[in-house]
Structure formats: structure tokens, C-alpha cells
């Protein structure tokens, strides 16, 4: 992913993980293989019901829409920018014991490539 939209991939995700946890922890993590990189943000918060996984993805979706502020796109733009880079996103949620949301992105998508003199001098 191009550096602008990794930057956003996590601020939203990290945003998410602030704006629902009044009280406990955030916890942010990375690791990286061989071949891909993976963050994760753990959080304490409200967590997400079982009936609304499905549709948090959506434009616009907000759970609880009085009570926070925002428009309902940052998991959509989330969504959209790991798939589009052949990436996963996997949310382990439950309401009220918080959620842990794992972006992994193949390697060769977060590497920059060599400009063409530097490849051109190997």
C-alpha cells in the first residue's frame, strides 16, 4: 500500500479503537513474515453486537449514531483499501468486551520498490 493509504488504513482503525474504549486499554501491535505484515488493534470498548458485523463495513454504518461523532466510512475505507491490495481484515468482536481488528497486507504491496537507477546499478 502507498504510504497515504497505509496512514489511513491505521488511522481509522486506531481512531475507531479510541473514540469507542471510555475506559481500559488500546493495545497496537505489528509483526511482519517473510512475505506479509500484520497490525493489530486491540482495544477494550463497547465492541460490536453479533448482528451488526456484517454491516460495519458499509458505507455509512454507524451503530450507535447519537452518541458518537464521525460518518460511518473509516471501516468502509478500511475495507476497501486492504481488499483492493490483496490483503485480509479480520475483526474478533463481542458487545461489551471490546474488538481486535488484524490488517495483513502481502509484503510486496508495503515494500517500496527501487527507483529505476538503483535497479539499474545492481
Keep these: 500500500a502507498d504510504a497515504s493509504r497505509a496512514g489511513k488504513m491505521i488511522y481509522h482503525v ?3 479503537a479510541l473514540k469507542f ?5 488500546v493495545r497496537i501491535a505489528g509483526s511482519a513474515s517473510r512475505d506479509q505484515v500484520t497490525l493489530t488493534v486491540e ?3 463497547i465492541g460490536i453486537p453479533e448482528e451488526s458485523k ?3 463495513y458499509k458505507p455509512f454504518a454507524r ?15 478500511v475495507y476497501e483499501v486492504v481488499k483492493l491490495h490483496g490483503g485480509t481484515l479480520k475483526i474478533d468482536s463481542a458487545k461489551g468486551k471490546g474488538t481486535t481488528m ?3 497486507l502481502p509484503i ?11 535497479a539499474a546499478a545492481v
Design 14 to 16: 486506531v481512531e475507531n
Design 21 to 25: 474504549t471510555h475506559k481500559g486499554m
Design 43 to 45: 482495544d477494550s470498548g
Design 54 to 56: 456484517e454491516s460495519i
Design 63 to 77: 451503530l450507535e449514531p447519537q452518541n458518537y461523532y464521525g460518518l460511518g466510512l473509516g471501516l468502509t475505507i
Design 102 to 104: 488484524s490488517i495483513t
Design 108 to 118: 510486496q504491496m508495503v515494500a517500496p520498490r527501487p527507483a529505476k537507477a538503483e
